[in-house]
């Protein structure tokens, strides 16, 4: 097996071997071969949600996870590799064969956290569920992220937790805290390097999951490295995509520059095009302020110190749409046993417009299913026993449409709306004005400065903060949608004519034309055009252009003699249907020539009289 040293800049001198899996021979891998297995991994955001619930956070690392986990002795026969002793190329190289799961392989994290939690399954008698389910619900792969009530609780964790995972052979290490009391309480060997010699006054910042941790002021921050990159679309998503930012705090901040991406893709420049002056002048604009979200910081824990035994949990989603960006976020209001209300930020979801033209109706009803997809991620993820769930948008478009029953709309929105019943009851959702709403600075986009003075998109609305007798007063009557609507699927009906036998088209046309011949030929430009119709309906349906291939375009051609022949028939057809439906079966043929010849007898066309008395004689 090939294998390679990789460095990481903020790792200096640590070296880590890595196999490579995915090396083909002969046009095959070893990752090609091997089989995946279910995906036991927890959410990212998850963990970072459980994360936020108490006040006393611990952090710590599986060391070498994937190591700690053998492969069976019959398949690591496939583990071979080569190493030079000393690093002398010269010399023989010497055979050795891997016996645990390697870091590249597609089956290593399946395998390892199911070693995991087998671990924990089989101690289930000997440890507290807390500590059971903390293997269950808090790992990110090799990261283990919890949050506990009180120093005392966090402490009892700990101990508990190593204990469990030696048994498994795992070593939890580079231990950090907010609780001064967990950190002495270990051994120094297997702190973080940070918290070794911790100083009396201040605590480090450190980064978990890609998320800088202030430890001292139990806050998330952000640490912005502006490199320098080339004024091109890969160099401006390159400075955009390196704001790591999974809980959506910074999306009110990040949307500007998104802006400026989508309007370098509508206008079809390459990826390493350069940009055109206004979008480069936006673009440093935004990077020059960029360094100032440093000083942006959203509290860690959803509750706030000293805050009382709690009496109801309740999520807040709101949703709002502009001409270039849909947004949903969501806060979890906190009310204790003495009435005390707090409100935190949870999650916010900013998503780019389509570049096709979307009306704003549409975009609102997007920004609604996103509120909705976001209860069920935060329900689901969250280990807090959440009482309601509300609702508020600013579009009273979208009210309407949740809840009418008895309109029938267009495919956008009838499964849309279905996706937002499936997630909610029209009950929960409420109206809210624009200045009230905090997902339009998400759906509009802010400056750093403002989204550290104003703050709303994290606090929430201020009248989260207060009483429910307090909230935004909603409409009596629900007001009607108009039959107008555009999103109103209209009703098909077929109607149906039929003309007097004395007033047909080929009446009107024997009447219109003198000459027999006259009449063949528009006959047949009819007929062309008839195919050409029939001919534009099937290239629809197989999703070909729908170009008509009209008369118009033979002009400059002629009828042939197979049309002319095809034409005359029509019209000959034309006259013996209308006469045999009206006579008797038994006799249909003689007297049908009797009642065209009646009927050519009275046209005033003295063409038409002899061409019939022709057809009757060679009958």
């Known amino acids: 097996m090939l294998h390679h040293p990789v460095f990481h800049l903020k790792k200096p001198g640590k070296v880590r071997v890595v196999f490579d899996c995915a090396a083909k021979y002969k046009g095959m891998s070893l990752n090609d071969v091997l089989l995946q297995g279910p995906d036991m991994t927890n959410t990212l955001i998850g963990v970072l949600t459980r994360f936020q619930q108490e006040r006393t956070a611990i952090i710590a690392d599986i060391e070498s996870m994937f190591y700690q986990v053998r492969v069976c002795p ?48 089989d101690t289930f008698q000997r440890f507290d569920f807390e500590v059971i389910n903390t293997v269950r619900r808090n790992l990110y792969v090799d990261d283990c992220l919890k949050s506990v009530p009180s120093e005392s609780e966090a402490i009892h964790l700990t101990a508990d937790l190593r204990r469990l995972l030696e048994r498994g052979g795992f070593n939890l290490t580079k231990w950090v805290s907010n609780s001064r009391k967990l950190i002495e309480s270990l051994p120094e060997s297997d702190r973080a390097r940070s918290f070794k010699d911790l100083p009396d006054n201040q605590m480090p910042i450190e980064r978990t999951l890609g998320v800088c941790w202030d430890v001292e002021g139990d806050t998330f921050c952000f640490k912005i490295e502006v490199n320098d990159k080339p004024l091109t679309r890969r160099g401006l998503l390159s400075v955009v995509s390196s704001v790591y930012d999974p809980l959506g705090f910074a999306a009110p901040v990040i ?176 109206y809210v004005n624009t200045e009230a709403n905090p997902a339009d600075d998400a759906s509009r986009g802010l400056a750093i400065d403002s989204l550290i003075k104003k703050n709303r998109w994290i606090c929430g609305s201020d009248f989260l903060w207060e009483q429910e007798s307090r909230w935004p007063t909603q409409p009596t009557t629900v007001q009607e949608i108009p039959d107008d609507d555009p999103e109103i699927k209209r009703e098909t009906r077929t109607f149906s004519a039929v003309s007097d036998s004395g007033t047909n088209s080929m009446n009107k046309l024997l009447e219109r034309f003198s000459s027999w011949s006259r009449l063949k030929k528009i006959m047949a430009w009819i007929l062309c055009y008839w195919d050409g119709l029939r001919a534009s309906c099937e290239r629809r349906k197989r999703g070909s252009s729908l170009a008509l291939k009209s008369t118009v375009g033979r002009e400059s051609e002629s009828i042939n003699v197979d049309e002319i022949n095809r034409a005359e028939k029509e019209v000959q057809n034309s006259f013996n249907v209308k006469a045999l439906k009206k006579c008797p079966i038994s006799n249909r043929k003689e007297e049908a020539l009797e009642t065209i010849a009646q009927s050519a007898a009275k046209s005033r066309n003295h063409w038409l009289r002899k061409r019939v008395r022709f057809t009757s004689l060679h009958q």
């Open 74 to 121: 019959d398949d690591s026969d496939v583990l071979h590799f080569l190493w030079w002793p000393d690093n002398d190329l010269e010399r023989q190289p010497e055979e050795y064969q891997m016996t645990v799961h390697l870091f590249s392989a597609v089956s290593s994290p399946s395998r390892a956290n199911f070693a995991l939690r087998e671990t924990a399954e």
């Open 255 to 430: 949307l500007p520059a998104k802006a400026i991406l989508q309007d370098l893709c509508q206008k079809r420049l390459e990826w390493d095009d350069p940009i055109p002056t206004e979008e480069k002048e936006r673009w440093l604009k935004w990077l020059k302020d960029l360094p100032k979200f440093e000083r942006f910081s959203v509290d860690r824990c959803f509750k706030p110190q000293n805050f009382g035994r709690t009496a109801s949990l309740q999520l807040h989603h709101f949703s709002d749409a502009s001409q270039q960006d849909y947004s949903a976020v969501s806060y979890l209001r906190t009310m204790d046993d003495k009435g005390t209300i707090h409100c935190s930020f949870v999650m916010g979801k900013p998503c780019t417009a389509p570049l096709k033209s979307i009306t704003i109706p549409r975009l609102e009803l997007s920004a609604a299913v996103l509120a909705s997809r976001l209860d069920k991620i935060i329900r689901r993820e969250i280990d807090l026993p959440i009482h309601e769930s509300v609702f508020w948008t600013d579009s009273t478009c979208v009210m309407n449409y949740i809840r009418s029953n008895d309109k029938r709309f267009h495919t956008f929105v009838a499964n849309r709306v279905a996706i937002i019943h499936d997630g909610s009851s029209p009950s929960q959702w409420r």
